[in-house]
């Protein structure tokens, strides 16, 4: 199959810079959509930016301006730079990807990574 994995994850205080990494591994035909969702504690996973093949971009209002989401297709992976951190910023971080496979027929499924905790001091 296939898994994605998740890295860049930290403590930072309030103003500072992260960059998260995710690479899709396994018998994958093509990657389609890809992007990031976050979980603060007591909250619901709620999506952060999100990046089609062709590079088009969306974004939680709560991080237009602050957050880039973009992709390396050659290398399977997504990342997402988020500046100007803040405290309410701290949560687990999900990469998610749509891959397709082909096994006598083309199959595309949602997969997510394991989760990176990001942490905002202020």
């Known amino acids: 199959q296939a898994q994605l994995e998740e890295s860049g994850g930290g403590l930072v205080q309030a103003g500072g810079s992260l960059r998260l990494s995710c690479v899709a591994s396994?018998?994958?035909?093509?990657?389609?959509?890809m992007g990031w969702y976050r979980q603060a504690p007591g909250k619901q996973r709620e999506l952060v930016a999100g990046?089609?093949?062709?590079?088009?971009?969306n974004y939680a209002d709560s991080v237009k301006g602050r957050f880039t989401i973009s992709r390396d297709n050659a290398k399977n992976t997504v990342y997402l730079q988020m500046n100007s951190l803040k405290p309410e910023d701290t949560a687990v971080y999900y990469c998610?990807?749509?891959?397709?496979?082909?096994?006598?027929?083309?199959?595309?499924?949602?997969?997510w990574g394991q989760g990176t905790q990001v942490t905002v001091s202020s």
């Open positions: 998610n990807a749509d891959l397709t496979f082909y096994r006598g027929a083309y199959i595309t499924s949602r997969y």
């Open positions: 990046i089609t093949t062709g590079g088009n971009t």
């Open positions: 396994g018998s994958i035909f093509s990657i389609n959509a």
